[in-house]
């Protein structure tokens, strides 16, 4: 087991929120997080140890493979056995860490078959961003490089395009444990960070430019090609299409799991590390007093809720935009456990933990052409695709008497969850020869054996704990079997 020095000087520091003006939160009617949750679908085996997706055209999905490989996914025709880009002769595949370990997809893509590569390459694991075409490896420009060839993990490797056009690639600190580089808080290295790059030009013999409002350019002894620094491992980040806005999930030391989210354009923002790990001081020596730093919207507890957090992506497809429209949604590698965290109107987060996956040791999540989400695992090297789903909180008491030659049903409907109801439907289904009559506190229908009851214009709200009842009249009397299973609003009630 690692271990760590606390330092125990006193350290003043400012923190501050994210700094988000409410741009893309999630719609208002979506279901409350704790009524959320997400399941698998396996669509494809046989990857080699994948690492990132990327969407492209008509839903298909480009898989990058840890050994220096790209493949193709069709929906209707399955994972292509065949690679589409073979760089293995350049990636440094040792440890566990190093490989061929993001992908972007280039705006001219339909045209040129380009795409964006973040891998290590031999001898000696430098961290290398590529512009290369499908089909022909002999076509590779290295766009950047930053030597890493003291220890093997901590790479970063996410690759992507903002909303403005320009590349962004994250890189970790240079590994080990504890930052014994002090990448972190160093503006004078590329480890620890997101840098932020205008790849359609070239300036002074590189194969990028380096935007002018980019928020370290002309700064003495700053690299000009930060973005955002103070990461250990930014292993996934990813950009919220309806605005914009970047969600950083940065892999922790030995407590803290963190997503951070940053208004589009906030450029130059500290997420702490090594000065903190998540909230707390992790060491004080690399804090300066009066610093801004800026706080995660969300934390796990390491070796509590996983081992090392995995991004993913806002929700912004439309299979499921009833439930999730505008829900970012994470993972973990150790435990496949599923948190699901929005942005409220005001600016702030909300966060609940929605699913345990069924699957073992996520390593990437991605989104089609269609905004819908993907994931891919580790080993045995699946290709999974993620659903949404409603989870309703609720207890249902059904109880009947006699009354003349049929009966009298009494239903009480109790919300068990932490938010409000606004508006409910229930059904069930006769096991019997039931059929209903007149009724009162709901709108009730029969067809066929399927019931459903709909709230009155006086009660259609329940709050947390609360419970609404409603009655009708039915035959034949005598002793019938009661339906076994309720659904609230589309969701199963206990």
Known sequence: MLRRR?????????????????????????????????????????????????????????????????????PASGLASTP?????????????????????????????????????????????????????????????????????????????????????????DGGSANDPLASGQSLATLLGKIVRLDVSRSCDGRNYCVPEDNP?????????????????????????????????????????????????????????????????????????????????????????????????????GSQFASLAAGTYVHTDYCSAAVWAVRQKADGTHESARIAELDTVQPTSLGVDSNGELYLVNDLPGQLHKLSFARVVKCTVSYTTQTWGTGFLANVTVTNTSTAPINGWTLGWTYPGPQKVGSAWNATVTQ????????????????????????????TPGGTQPPPTTFTLNGGTCS
């Not at 006193?10 to 279901?31: R, S």
């Not at 997706?53 to 050994?67: F, M, Q, S, V, Y």
């Not at 590529?130 to 003291?150: F, K, N, W, Y």
């Not at 709909?454 to 419970?467: L, M």
Request: glycine letters at 14%.
């Open 6 to 74: 606390w330092a125990a000087a006193a350290v003043t520091v400012v923190v501050v929120g994210a700094l988000l003006t409410p741009t893309g939160p999630a719609h208002a009617d979506v279901v409350p997080l704790d009524q959320l949750t997400m399941t698998t679908t396996q669509v494809a085996f046989g990857l080699q140890r994948p690492t990132a997706i990327a969407g492209i055209d008509n839903g298909r999905l480009l898989i990058t493979e840890k050994p220096g490989t790209i493949r193709v996914y069709d």
């Open 84 to 172: 589409v880009l073979d760089i293995s002769a350049r990636v440094d595949v040792s440890g566990n860490e190093r490989g061929l370990l993001g992908v972007a997809v280039a705006a001219d893509f339909g045209n040129t078959q380009t795409v964006y590569v973040a891998y290590t390459a031999l001898p000696d694991g430098t961290l290398t961003l590529s512009r290369v075409r499908l089909g022909d490896a002999a076509s590779e420009q290295v766009i950047l490089t930053q030597p890493h060839s003291q220890f093997g993990n901590h790479n970063g490797g996410q690759v992507a395009f903002g909303s403005d056009g320009y590349l962004y690639w994250s890189l970790g």
């Open 216 to 316: 370290f350019v002309g700064q003495a002894g700053a690299r000009a090609e930060i973005w955002t620094y103070g990461l250990r491992n930014p292993w996934r980040f990813s950009f919220d299409p309806a605005g914009g806005s970047l969600w950083i999930a940065d892999v922790g030391q030995g407590t803290t799991e963190e997503v951070n989210h940053l208004a589009a354009n906030q450029g130059g923002a500290n997420l702490g590390w090594s000065c903190r790990e998540g909230l707390a001081v992790f060491n004080a020596d690399r804090c300066v007093a009066g610093a801004t730093y800026v706080d995660p919207v969300h934390t796990t507890r390491t070796s509590f809720d996983g081992c090392a957090v995995i991004g993913g992506y806002v929700y912004r």
């Open 447 to 474: 067809n066929g054996a399927a019931v459903t009851a709909r709230n009155a214009n006086w009660n259609g709200t329940i709050a947390p704990g609360a419970s609404v009842t409603f009655g009708f009249l039915g």
